[in-house]
């Protein structure tokens, strides 16, 4: 599985613009599963963004800038591995795309996205790990992030995981597969039909019964848990990767700030 | 018809507070998407369909000249005539023209998105023409004075109290509100039309180059009688509805009615070729096809070439979230939902519908649905990179992307500026525990709490307790 | 006009990066037209008479079986008083020597408004969707399966084929070409248009009756 000389793989871990600032926690559970997989686990300080803000707004030019930090600062890993579907579908998508004219830089994205990978497909098909062995006491509900569900295909690898935490039900909701209505800077251009559509979302996830959400990425949780707070709403929004790794335990998004890990 | 894509934000905020235009659009959504789901569900070949259906559109694509001269060949070899539209108003010329040439009172219109498109009926209607629409869709928008809000389904905006409304104001009587009573009402009102009309429209989902036909479908037999009553039948269809054989035209009939209204076929499917023949009792004397180019030859050229693809099925208006959320009218032209917001600009102008393709969040399931796997959410990233390159993104938000760039760069900035704002929100936020107001950041504050952050962000802490250990 | 078709030729060409198909393209291109590949068909194993009734009441028509085609005016009959409708009639020249009820008023000609129901001899079904194929002739005008408000439709067992592809190779082998409209019909006539409620009858037929036959 690996080249390295002890068969432990070195893996950079991505660490997502949110999650470094609004939601370190997630960034130590990450780790903290990865770790207990036994990857070796580098956190590059040469990293800052995966570059959507520029893509998305057709600002190429300024992503591939981005694209080629991102690469420069992991290309030497066995695997780069973050806690977001949306960044990694980016990194393994749309990385390749942004160099069609460049043949060398884009050997070196191809060479990375193919070794890049979401946190809970690694664990799962890249790993084989089916248990983390952590315990949740709680009703769940799981929202499927577009970019992680169509991009990568992520849609058992957390609900497998999840399945192994003692003291969890999982409970689905309606139309789990509907964006939440976050789209990156969307929800600030278009604020009013990114909130119809957060409405939306949480309609269904009421329904469940749940008294917590999951998800795999932080700006749609942040999206829905905003949401939640905003309308005084009781319920726990964590991200997927904190409740893996037992670190479920303080206050959920939103929910007032984290002790630092 | 005219072009409000520029409205857009107001119209998406009207639209937001309509509550029977929300009423509509959150049943129609539900039911559009649980009966094509269920219709795929039955069909192991489904995903084998669209993936050949897309290589069969990209064959002809590729080949579109050809086909093109072949079908007019085989048109005229049936004795109908084919004219060449280069844009919209090129099309009117042409159809105002058989109007007059045959003494034209009425029209009647079966449903066609490209008559929209070129504007058609507000140019019979300026010439003295008496036009009907016989589509009870289309027909209920006509009474209206409205752009349709769905390429399928028009009227998909209206409740049925409205329609009621606008029937008993058109029929008189009283008024009604059963919808078999107002289906009933639509065909009384329509039977003596189909009669008299001079001229009978209808559009074309498919030309076959094989035979010269031209091939509709639907569900309530209108397409037919407008075709087949009147003296004069004129299709009207945009270049890229050619296909090469009535075998090929199959593959996209088993693909359209699923994805469309979830149906594993319309009621009708009716290919057409020439007018009447000498031992036919009906049928109309003369058979015109204008085939309408109006930039689709362009978008030949470059990325969009995908678009060409497009069967107008309304699969992806159906599953868009924010089409679902605003409904047709607010994309201010012809063509809503994801396929417009690619059309329109394309169509009209970058500038003209700059908010089109920006107002998605770039889910991708519209692309996970359409049957001819047009990757629409990369079409719309183009059309963003095309308004970025031609400086038509407003200038504060290049002024953001290029401060980002300088920051995001330079890591050691990047890191800096994040731990400084962290502490700036963590202190913010350190009473209550939720932001509610952040200086800068209205547009997500408006309707949503920012959550506090620690103090330290994560490759802070993480650096100092790694060199501690 | 001549300009307005050459200039859109010449724009797809310039958009496509080349100049005018070289006969060698153009040939593979006529060879494909001659014999089209075979796209992906829905298999099944249904028998095809079971399949095509199934199908066809799915959508709302109804199938009567006869053994006989001189047994097709009773069934006919039968479906007209059942559901007491008047009988002024257009039978398709094509079954006008079957012996109809004397108390029928109807003919050949194409439909008028007051033509109530007709009866309408089948080119084909495909049992893939149960859909039939009705074909324009002298025999079956056009305007019969859109005017009348109720249909009847005579199928024989034998015309019923797999898939769409069987219908139109079936049509190939008459060597006519093709008639000026072939009319592939799977129910009666039907609109969601309000509220996405299905309501029969929209503009064509509200009932659609197959007698089928053998
Ligand atoms: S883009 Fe695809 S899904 Fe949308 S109308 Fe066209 S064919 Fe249908």
């Known amino acids: 599985m690996t080249d390295s000389s002890r068969g432990r793989p070195r893996v950079g871990l991505f660490v997502t613009c949110l999650m470094n600032l609004f939601r370190p926690n997630i960034g130590f559970a990450t780790a903290k599963l990865l770790e207990e997989a036994g990857c070796r686990l580098v956190v590059p300080q040469g990293q800052t963004c995966c570059g959507q803000p520029g893509y998305n707004a057709g600002d190429e030019d300024s992503a591939r800038a981005l694209a080629q930090q991102v690469i420069l600062a992991f290309e030497e890993f066995d695997y780069l591995v973050g806690p977001s579907g949306s960044c990694l579908a980016s990194i393994r998508h749309d990385y390749p795309l942004l160099f069609a004219a460049a043949p060398a830089w884009r050997a070196r994205a191809e060479a990375l996205a193919a070794k890049s990978w979401e946190l809970t497909s690694f664990l799962v098909d890249v790993l084989g790990i089916s248990q983390t062995g952590a315990r949740f006491d709680g009703v769940v509900t799981y929202h499927d992030s577009c970019s992680g ?81 905003r309308r005084d709403l009781p319920m726990r929004v964590y991200h997927v990767a904190e409740v893996l790794a037992g670190l479920a335990t303080g206050p959920s998004i939103g929910e007032g700030p984290l002790a630092s890990g | ?179 078999s009573d107002l289906v009933d009402a639509a065909r009384q009102a329509l039977r003596g039309r189909y009669f008299e009309a001079d001229v009978g429209i209808t559009g074309g989902n498919f030309l076959i180059a094989e035979t010269g036909s031209s091939l509709i479908v639907t569900n309530e037999g209108n397409g037919d009688l407008t075709q087949t009553l009147a003296r004069v039948h004129i299709v009207t269809a945009g270049i890229e509805r050619v296909v090469p054989t009535l075998h090929d035209a199959t593959l996209f009939l088993r693909l359209l009615a699923r994805s469309a209204t979830g149906q594993e076929t319309e009621t009708y499917t009716t290919v057409s070729t020439g007018p009447r023949r000498l031992d036919d009792l009906d049928g109309p004397e003369e058979y015109h096809v204008v085939l309408v180019d109006n930039g689709r030859s362009r978008m030949l050229a470059g990325p969009f070439r995908a678009m060409l693809r497009c069967i107008r099925c309304g699969a992806c208006m159906n599953h868009c979230p924010v089409y679902g959320a605003i409904g047709g009218h607010a994309y201010g032209w012809v063509y809503p939902g994801p396929m417009g917001s690619v059309l329109t600009p394309l169509i009209k102008g ?30 719309l990233r183009q059309l963003r990179h095309a308004q970025f390159t031609q400086a038509i993104t407003p200038r504060r938000q290049r ?50 709490d920012l959550p506090t952050p620690a103090a330290r962000t994560f490759l802070e802490c993480w650096h100092h307790e790694r060199e501690k250990s | 006009m001549r300009a307005a078709r050459d200039e859109i030729l010449a724009t797809i060409r310039q958009s496509l990066g080349r100049g005018p198909l070289e006969p060698d393209a153009t040939a593979v291109l006529a060879a494909r037209m001659a014999a089209p590949p075979q796209h992906p068909r829905p298999a099944f194993e249904e028998d095809l ?62 439909a008028a408004p007051d033509a109530v129901l007709s009866v309408t001899p089948a080119f084909a ?72 409620t299905i309501q029969l009858g929209a503009h064509g037929p509200r009932r659609l009756h197959v007698i089928l036959v053998g």
């Open chain 2, 1 to 179: 018809m005219d072009l409000h894509s520029h409205e857009f934000q107001s119209r998406a905020r009207t639209a937001l507070h309509d509550t029977s235009l929300q009423q509509a659009l959150d049943q129609a959504r539900d039911g559009f998407v649980a009966k094509r789901a269920a219709q795929v569900a039955e069909l192991s070949e489904f995903e084998a369909l669209r993936e050949a259906a897309a290589q069969l559109k990209d064959h002809i694509l590729e080949h579109l000249d050809d086909y093109l001269e072949r079908y007019e060949t085989a048109v005229n070899a049936a004795g109908g005539h084919v004219h060449w539209a280069r844009d919209d108003a090129e099309a009117r010329r042409i159809i105002l023209d058989i109007c007059a040439r045959v003494d034209a009172r009425t029209v009647t219109k079966g449903k066609s998105m490209v008559s929209e498109e070129i504007g058609l009926n507000e140019a019979l209607i300026e010439a003295g023409l008496k036009v009907v629409e016989t589509d009870l869709g289309e027909y209920i928008i006509q009474l209206a004075g409205e752009a349709p809000s769905h390429i399928i389904a028009p009227a998909v905006h209206k409740t049925r109290e409205q329609v009621a409304d606008l029937f008993e104001a058109a029929h008189g009587g009283p008024r009604r509100t059963e919808i």
């Open chain 1, 149 to 229: 569900l169509r991009g990568l295909g992520i849609k058992g690898q957390p609900r497998q995981l999840l399945a192994g935490i003692e003291g969890l039900t999982l409970r689905e909701m309606a139309e789990t597969e509907v964006c939440c209505g976050f789209g990156g800077t969307f929800c600030v251009k278009y604020p009013e039909i990114s909130l119809k559509l957060v409405d939306d979302k949480i309609q269904n996830v009421l329904a469940t019964g749940a008294d917590t959400l999951l998800g795999g990425d932080l700006g749609c949780l942040m999206q829905v848990a905003g949401r939640l707070r």
């Open chain 2, 399 to 448: 002024g953001a992307l290029a401060a980002w760039r300088v920051v995001a760069t330079r890591p050691w900035l990047y890191h800096a500026l994040e731990r400084v704002v962290a502490r700036i929100l963590a202190r913010l936020g350190a009473r209550t525990g939720r932001l509610r107001r952040v200086p800068g950041a209205h547009g997500w504050t408006l309707g949503r």
């Open chain 3, 49 to 110: 008479t079971t399949r095509t009734i199934r199908k066809l009441e799915s959508r709302s028509a109804t199938v009567a079986r006869v053994a006989d085609w001189t047994d097709v005016p009773r069934a006919a009959e039968q479906f007209r008083t059942e559901n007491g409708i008047e009988p002024r009639v257009v039978i398709g020249a094509g079954l006008a020597a079957l012996a109809w009820p004397s108390h029928w008023s109807w003919h050949s000609g194409p």
């Open chain 3, 125 to 196: 079904a495909i049992a893939e969707t149960g859909t039939l194929m009705l074909v324009a002739s002298p025999d079956s005008p056009t305007t019969h399966n859109f005017v009348p408000e109720h249909q009847i439709v005579v199928l024989k067992v034998e015309q019923i084929v797999r898939h769409f592809e069987d219908a139109w190779w079936c049509r190939q082998q008459t060597g006519a070409g093709l008639p000026r409209v072939v009319n592939l019909v799977s129910g009666p006539s039907r609109t969601a248009d309000i509220e996405q």
């Open chain 2, 350 to 379: 970058l500038d003209l519908a700059y908010d089109l393709p920006n107002a998605c969040t770039l889910n991708g399931r519209c692309a996970s649905v359409c049957p001819v796997k047009i990757p629409l959410p990369d079409l």
